[in-house]
């Protein structure tokens, strides 16, 4: 199909890049669609949904729908002793004792269902019905893993911008610790506040030790996704892009036409009518053709006939009507009847369940959106009052505790500000899977 040769290119291209990030040193950047292309040629999850696709590609064929003939070569050879006793018409009789008896035969044979009740039809649509659903399940596979994909690289990269906001952080204490210094050493300032201004300083250096260490966990659990090396080196960009504008109305409108768990499951309900109609055409008559072409040679001894050699083809056609079969076949009907029932609740419960993912995943986006905004104007708010408290303290016109609070309150806008970006990209992400756009 069009989206397996799809994957394979991607798959080729990605083997390419691969080659040239195993040999990059450990400052090669990796960007998040790179990061994709990883994943969709070493992803334990997508491999085994690619082979199983592929798969119900193979079995997709005429003869396993039971529509060719079968050829096979057949001989048999065998020995016997008895003993043996003739009697003409005339009434005489001839005793043959330890007469032996060696048969060879070998052979052509072909079988052929011509017509089963149109069953055969019936198996080929649903192989092409199974084929189909397995290239949906691997696109839900695939959909699921980009998802993971960008979810663990993006957190890379909040990681990375909380260190940064740390450094920062360290920075404002570091310029803090000077000027109490200064103002110690002139009488200016009390001691314990140039001791709590080393304190909170030291304590965001054991705060960026630490957020280094949360770094290095967040790439291990990125490349556990990617299927690399838990330990392979490399560097995500610094920013995370902003979320692309949504249209609620056209989402709802396509879901149910795009959503790939929707999709599954309708293929669900197609497969299992399928096996319905294949189970009602078993009560129809079977007609079958077998041919052959053979050779056989029997040899005897004490025997009034030396040998025995027959050659030539044969032919056979057979007719089988279902009479009675203990109910086995009304058995089957009624429980697929019951298979196709369940199928279909599953398929609503399905339709039920992405419809709220997706009513869920709109209203997170716009929560996220709406305090982003927020949040961009209160840390530029943060950020100058530190500034303003750090002058002040030049100036001793403030307390050191209040710059303490100043550096606090950006420190955690910060926090908020890479987390609002973050959780906006996150669902700006599941509302592209839902509707199967990565």
Not at 110 to 130: A, P, R
Not at 287 to 316: C, E, H, M, R, V
Not at 356 to 368: K, M, P
Not at 412 to 435: D, G, H, P, W
Request: glycine residues 4%.
């Amino acid at each position: 199909s069009e989206f397996l040769k799809l994957i394979a290119m991607r798959t080729i291209l990605s083997i390419i890049f691969l080659t040239i990030f195993s040999v990059a040193n450990a400052q090669t950047v990796i960007t998040v669609d790179d990061a994709v292309k990883i994943a969709l040629a070493k992803n334990y999850g997508i491999l085994m949904a690619r082979n199983d696709a592929e798969a119900t590609r193979i079995n997709n064929s005429l003869g396993g729908a039971g529509m060719l003939p079968s050829v096979s070569l057949i001989g048999s050879g065998g020995y016997a002793i008895s003993d043996q006793k003739q009697t003409a018409l005339d009434g005489t009789t001839k005793k043959y004792n330890g007469t032996t008896t060696t048969s060879l035969s070998t052979g052509v044979e072909l079988n052929w269902t011509l017509f089963d009740g149109g069953k055969m039809f019936v198996t080929k649509q649903k192989l092409s019905e199974i084929e189909s659903l397995g290239e949906l399940q691997l696109k839900d596979q695939v959909l699921s893993t980009q998802y993971d994909v960008i979810a663990a690289y993006y957190n890379v990269v909040r990681q990375k911008q909380q260190l940064a906001s740390i450094n920062e952080i360290i920075k404002y204490n570091t310029e803090r610790v000077k000027i109490l210094q200064t103002s110690f050493n002139a009488g200016l300032a009390a001691k314990n506040s140039l001791l709590q201004a080393k304190i909170d300083l030291n304590v965001y250096k054991e705060n960026a030790i630490s957020q280094q260490y949360n770094i290095n966990t967040a790439k291990k659990s990125l490349n556990l996704i990617l299927g690399v090396n838990a330990d392979t080196l490399y560097e995500v960009v610094d920013s995370i892009p902003s979320g692309n504008p949504i249209n609620k109305s056209e989402m709802v409108q396509k879901l149910f036409d795009v959503n790939t768990s929707i999709l599954s499951s309708q293929k669900q309900v197609d497969i299992a009518k399928l096996a319905l109609k294949e189970y009602k055409r078993s009560r129809l008559p079977i007609i079958s053709f077998n041919a052959g072409y053979s050779i056989s040679k029997k040899d005897y001894t004490n025997w009034s006939s030396k040998q025995n050699i027959a050659l030539g083809p044969d032919f056979q056609g057979t007719i089988s009507i279902p009479l009675y079969q203990a109910g086995r076949i009304n058995r089957q009907v009624s429980t697929q009847k019951l298979e196709v029932e369940t199928m279909n609740y599953n398929l609503e419960n399905v339709k039920q369940m992405v419809s709220t993912d997706l009513s869920n995943a709109i209203t997170d986006y716009e929560y996220q959106q709406n305090m982003l905004e927020i949040e961009k104007e209160n840390n530029l708010l943060t950020k100058e009052n530190l500034e303003i408290s750090i002058q002040r303290l030049k100036q001793g016109e403030t307390t050191t505790l209040e710059v303490h609070q100043a550096q606090d309150d950006y420190m955690q806008s910060c926090t908020r500000l890479i987390s609002f970006e973050y959780n906006l990209k996150v669902a700006e992400t599941k509302l592209r899977q839902l509707m199967s756009t990565l």
